[in-house]
Structure formats: structure tokens, C-alpha cells
């Protein structure tokens, strides 16, 4: 049985960082694309991260870029998403997924595992 949890969050301020991590296990962990979506409160799921099977390319949109940084170790199974800059527009429910395919990173649809989340509030 697959399972992806998601660890880390909590309350910081604007400005501050918080680094998410994903356990993962009940896959060939290696093999999957990872990535990170978020979903604020009456928005849709929105991609905020992603990376491939070895680690060596990874992609954000503009709206993290520079802010936000993807990255994985294969030998614990384990994708992170550090996040420094945070602003309060970055409050949400944070997912972790996997996906089989090697393309179209920022579709969530590619994705076939996901975590249950863990949330993030950025406020004074």
C-alpha cells in the first residue's frame, strides 16, 4: 500500500521559512516524479513544486520561484519543499504526490499518489 505523509508545517510569520518533508513508502520510490501542490481555502490546487527521478532537474512556478526549493533523497524515500520568504498569500493545505510519467510536471492529474497534507499559515 502506498503512503505519502507530509510533515512540517505549522504557524510561522511573514517572512520566515518552514521545510516540508514527505515520507514515502509502498513505491519504488526512485522511479516517481515528485511534486508539491498547495490548496488555499476556497482556491483550487495549485502546483508549487516538482522534481525528477534522480533529483537533477526540478521546476517551480513564478509565483515560489526563488522561494521555494524542491528536492529528494532516493535512499530515505523522502521529498522535501524548503520555503524561505514566506508571504500570508502562501497559507494552505500542502500535498505531497508522486507520478509515473515523465512530463507535464505541473498537471495534478499526472499524479496518482497523494498525501493527506499538512498545513501552513504564515501570520503575525
Known amino acids: 500500500q502506498v503512503q505519502l505523509v507530509e510533515s512540517g508545517g505549522g504557524l510561522v510569520q511573514p517572512g520566515g521559512s518552514l521545510t516540508l518533508s514527505c515520507a514515502a513508502s509502498?513505491?519504488?520510490?526512485?522511479?516517481?516524479?515528485m511534486g508539491w501542490f498547495r490548496r488555499a481555502p476556497g482556491k483550487e490546487r495549485e502546483f508549487v513544486g516538482a522534481i525528477s527521478v534522480g533529483g537533477a532537474s526540478t521546476l517551480h512556478p513564478d509565483s515560489v520561484k526563488g522561494r521555494f526549493t524542491i528536492s529528494r533523497d532516493n535512499a530515505k524515500n523522502l521529498v522535501y519543499l524548503q520555503m524561505n520568504s514566506l508571504k500570508p498569500e502562501d497559507t494552505a493545505v500542502y500535498h505531497c504526490?508522486?507520478?509515473?510519467?515523465?512530463?507535464?510536471?505541473?498537471?495534478?492529474?499526472?499524479?496518482?499518489?497523494w498525501g493527506q497534507g499538512t498545513q501552513v499559515t504564515v501570520s503575525f
Open positions: 504526490a508522486a507520478s509515473p510519467y515523465g512530463s507535464n510536471w505541473y498537471i495534478e492529474g499526472n499524479y496518482i499518489y
Open positions: 509502498g513505491l519504488s520510490f526512485s522511479s516517481y516524479l
